[in-house]
Each structure stands twice: as C-alpha cells, then as structure tokens.
T-cell receptor, first 115, second 115 residues
Framework: DAGVIQSPRHEVTEMGQEVTLRCKPI?????LFWYRQTMMRGLELLIY????????DSGMPEDRFSAKMPNASFSTLKIQPSEPRDSAVYFC?????????????FGSGTRLTVV | TQLLEQSPQFLSIQEGENLTVYCNSS?????LQWYRQEPGEGPVLLVT?????EVKKLKRLTFQFGDARKDSSLHITAAQPGDTGLYLC???????????????FGQGTILTVHP
C-alpha cells in the first residue's frame, strides 16, 4: 500500500489567493482527518469525515476554510482567501476506525507558506 | 490549558544515554498512543496502550500506561541518532454514547541524539 498521499508537498502562495490541498487516503479506511501543525499550537484537528460524510468541523478556523470528500479515495481542503497566518504544515490522516485502539496513518504533509 | 502535558519539551543527549519522556493529564483515558515524527514527515504510530499499568516494549523503547490511565511514559535505552525526532502522545476523545473518537495530541518532546 502506498500509504496516505498528499499533494502538493510544498505550496507558496500570495495572500488572497485560493489554495487547494489534496489527499488520497488508504484504501479501505473509512475515516479521514485533516490536521494543521504549527510550532505554537502543535497538531490541531480541523475536520474529519466518516464514510465521506463530515462529522466534526469544529476545528475549522473560519469560513475561509472548507473541506470536501466527494468519494472514498479523495479529499480536498481549500483556503479562500489565504492569509499569512494560515502558513503551517497540513496533514491528512486516515483510519479504519477513529481513535480507540486503531492508530492513524498520516501523509507526509503539505507545507503551506502564504506571503 | 492543554489536555495532555508532555515533558520535557526539548531533550538533547549523547548517543548511548538513556532517557524518559512523559505525557500527563488530569483526565482518564480509554487508551493512549505514542507517535514519532521525523522532520518533513507525518507522525508514525509507535504503540497503543490500553490497560492501566500496561508495559509495552518495542526494541529499545519501553512504554508504560499509568495505573489510573491518566499518564504515560516512554523510556529509551541506549539512544541512537536514529531516535531523533518529535515524540507525541495522543488520546481519543469519544463523544458521549458513541463509538467514534478523534485524536488529541500533546505538544510533543523534541529529542535530539548526538553521535
């Protein structure tokens, strides 16, 4: 298995531009999570899906952030418009069971820099 | 206030030394996980502990879950440069009455092992 695949690995964009991050979870995993990691705040859960349905988006910072999962093999996280404070590493993770005794498999992340 | 407090935040040691890092909370958890994250990569699951007092070993790494399931420790014997990374503990937060949970992470311990 190729693991969780995220693209792009690095993204540099100007303030105000739209940014789309992509994730392909592990086949058979029915939970998908988007996290953001910064030095100040550590790993923060933004949103997660179960069977392609958003379950909890309470971590999404504001309306500029949106996430979709149109099918079991693809998810996107979109920021529009982007701001410098959105600069962080964004991780996607998948699991065949949320939390509990089953760990997440993380992708390698997308490092976003908004200038 | 962080749900999980990890200590120390930073640890710099020489190859061959032993070390222990801690993950503490005032809450009781059904399970606890440890992850290691290397620079430029996502966290990788090391172990899940479930039972109070449980001890698990992974080569030179020994993990222990506190008797009251509120805390955990990770001990590394004869540390090697390959052990360098960010060590994160994580716990599932289950919504009342449901079977799903989302992982909440501690801030982590950054370990550097010098040759």
């Amino acid at each position: 298995d190729a693991g969780v695949i995220q693209s792009p690995r690095h993204e540099v964009t100007e303030m105000g531009q739209e940014v789309t991050l992509r994730c392909k979870p592990i086949s058979g995993h029915d939970y998908l999570f988007w996290y953001r990691q910064t030095m100040m705040r550590g790993l923060e859960l933004l949103i997660y899906f179960n069977n392609n349905v958003p379950i909890d988006d309470s971590g999404m910072p504001e309306d500029r952030f949106s996430a979709k999962m149109p099918n079991a093999s693809f998810s996107t996280l979109k920021i529009q418009p982007s701001e410098p404070r959105d600069s962080a590493v964004y991780f996607c993770a998948s699991s065949f069971r949320a939390g509990g005794n089953y760990g997440y498999t993380f992708g390698s992340g997308t490092r976003l820099t908004v200038v | 206030t962080q749900l999980l407090e990890q200590s120390p935040q930073f640890l710099s040691i020489q190859e061959g030394e032993n070390l222990t890092v801690y993950c503490n909370s005032s809450s009781v958890f059904s399970s606890l996980q440890w992850y290691r994250q290397e620079p430029g990569e996502g966290p990788v699951l090391l172990v899940t502990v479930v039972t109070g007092g449980e001890v698990k070993k992974l080569k030179r790494l020994t993990f222990q879950f506190g008797d009251a399931r509120k805390d955990s420790s990770l001990h590394i014997t004869a540390a090697q440069p390959g052990d360098t990374g960010l060590y994160l503990c994580a716990v599932p937060l289950h919504a009342g009455g449901t079977s799903y949970g989302k992982l909440t992470f501690g801030q982590g311990t950054i370990l550097t092992v010098h040759p």
